[in-house]
């Protein structure tokens, strides 16, 4: 018999070490990422990232939030451009209290409008039902990529 994942946790703000962990936690998701860029968002005057670390301090989830002015809006913006859990920390209230810190942040310096970049889905799991329980709505925007 397996022993439950402990429900403890805290939130912090991510420090130049965490770049390998945060990696890690991209790759469970298919996706690369490198630690000199968790170092560059860490140092960004525009980028917060906090993540949320286990009784160990071994990270378990991250969020990042970027911020800048914007015109049409008139003031500051914001984007959460990730939020990652990792699967054996899913459904504990990590994601969530990730992502109220991260709207609390967003409150704190004043945006207009906070957006939030999602793909359709991972790993089979749909974060819009996560996203609209904690009170979200989806907006009508047309994303294009080069």
Known sequence: ??????????????????????????????????????????????????????????????????????LRWAGRIATIDELVVCKAWRRKGVGRELLKRAIDRAKVLGVKR????????????DARPFFEKVGLKAATLGVYKL
């Open 1 to 70: 018999m397996t022993a439950a994942a402990p429900t403890a946790f805290k939130v912090r703000p991510a420090r130049l070490g965490d770049g390998q962990p945060v990696k890690e936690l991209l790759s469970e998701l298919g996706f690369t990422g490198d630690s000199a860029t968790v170092t560059w968002i860490v140092r960004h005057p525009e980028m917060e990232l906090l993540v949320a670390a286990d009784a160990f301090d071994k990270v378990i989830g991250f969020v990042a939030l970027s911020h800048r002015p914007n």
């Open 114 to 125: 906070l957006e939030i970049q999602s793909l359709e889905a991972i790993e089979g799991e």
